[in-house]
């Protein structure tokens, strides 16, 4: 018996194959970049390493630098301190002052 001709089933959510598959599609948005050659060839070698899709690398990388990432740095765009930075040398010498004073107090 077609499904068609079953008054009792349950109703077609979709017309048909097409309208199926482009609802499937809309459920993932969509970014188009360029990479550089060697991140693609990087991609690539870890996707068949594991056997996955270059999306799912993508999209693995993109979760771990958003979770990962400390959002109240301000460093987006910019370059890493470094010691040889003036601020960045002050501020790890106040926090190494900090320690071995907290350090010393319990003796």
Do not use: C, H
């Not at 609802?23 to 056997?51: H, K, L, P, Q, S």
């Not at 799912?56 to 400390?70: P, S």
């Not at 010691?83 to 107090?105: G, P, Y």
């Amino acid at each position: 018996m077609p499904r068609e001709s079953n008054p009792g089933g349950r109703p077609r959510k979709y017309a048909n194959d097409a309208e199926k598959a482009k609802a499937f599609r809309e459920r993932w948005g969509r970014i188009n970049v360029r990479v550089e050659a060697r991140t693609e060839e990087v991609v690539n070698t870890m996707a068949r390493a594991i056997d996955a899709t270059q999306g799912d690398i993508v999209n693995a990388a993109i979760k771990f630098y958003a979770t990962n990432f400390t959002w109240q740095t301000d460093l987006f765009g910019k370059r890493l301190p470094t010691v040889q930075d003036k601020r960045t040398r002050e501020a790890m010498e106040r926090e190494r002052a900090n320690r071995e004073f907290l350090e010393s107090e319990g003796e």
